[in-house]
């Protein structure tokens, strides 16, 4: 597993952990015991750690992290055989968004083991007969499972490259020229990443759509505060926010004018 996957995964992962709310003092599983409470803190900070260095991280930060990470609900989540990193509660919130919005086209950054992109699909399928999703990821990392879909064959369209890279951003707005797009960002959640995946993407959503940032928790979530006080066409509908577990926290933002 790549540096890049370890701090994208661990936002996720902190919030799978120890649940989410106020993003500054996560609070830790009421079940577990002190020892166990003052491992999973350490953890946190290690986790925190590494996501603050852009460096990267180290090889016994890279091991506890790994230790973490495998002991965490999301990464054994998957959607028909496929790893799937999404927070159960979140992918029901999005469901209903895609079913007001009715888009005709999904874009999602950030595409793992290739999991996300056919169980959104799977229910554009049955919102909008027409609707197709296009998934980038840096890495072509989708198991053949994934690949041989025939969800994904037949409604997911794959582009390998840097969601921010300007080839890739003027090839997913050609693509969606005179569609009804919902942008769902879930690739390198560094600030500097979501705040270019604002830029290039936001133009796509059209009135009443949503571009909805994943794993807020970390870095994206300064990128939205920045990105909203600039820009008065997008509000953070917090009333998506209705579980107590969301990942994304400040992230359903809404188109409320041109
Ligand atoms: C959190 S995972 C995506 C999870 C996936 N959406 C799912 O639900 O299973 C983040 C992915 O972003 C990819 N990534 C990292 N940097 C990227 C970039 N600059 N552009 C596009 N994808 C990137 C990683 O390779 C990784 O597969």
């Not at 995964?9 to 003052?38: E, I, K, M, N, T």
């Not at 055989?81 to 999005?94: E, H, S």
């Not at 369209?157 to 090839?171: H, K, N, R, Y």
Request: proline content about 6%; glycine content about 6%.
């Amino acid at each position: 597993m790549t540096k890049n996957i370890l701090m994208i995964c661990s936002a996720a992962l902190l919030v799978v952990l120890f649940g989410c709310g106020d993003p500054q003092s996560p609070p830790v599983d009421a079940a577990a015991g002190p020892d166990q409470q003052a491992q999973r803190r350490e953890a946190i900070n290690t986790l925190a750690r590494a996501i603050g260095d852009t460096e990267g991280l180290d090889q016994q930060t890279a091991q506890e992290f790994m230790k973490v990470m495998r002991e965490a609900p999301v990464f054994k989540n998957k959607f028909l055989g496929v790893r799937t990193l999404q927070n159960p509660t979140d992918a029901w919130i999005v469901m209903e968004i895609m079913y007001e919005v009715r888009p005709d086209l999904i874009v999602e950054t950030g595409t793992y083991h290739g999991g996300s992109a056919p169980f959104w699909a799977i229910i554009l399928e049955h919102i909008n007969p027409a609707g197709r999703v296009i998934t980038i990821d840096i890495e072509d990392q989708r198991t053949r499972r994934a690949k041989n879909l025939p969800i994904a064959k037949k409604r997911v369209d794959f582009l390998l490259g840097s969601s921010t890279d300007p080839e890739i951003v003027a090839e997913v707005h050609r693509r969606a020229e005179g569609k009804r797009v919902l942008v769902l960002l879930d690739s390198l959640h560094s600030k500097e990443h979501v705040a270019a995946e604002l830029e290039a993407y936001a133009p796509l959503v059209p009135v009443d759509g949503y571009l909805i940032v994943q794993d807020t928790m970390v870095g994206p979530i300064a990128a939205i505060d920045e990105f909203l006080a600039a820009n008065d066409s997008f509000v953070a509908d917090r009333g998506r926010e209705r579980y107590a577990d969301t990942n994304t926290v400040r992230g359903y933002l809404k188109r409320v004018k041109p």
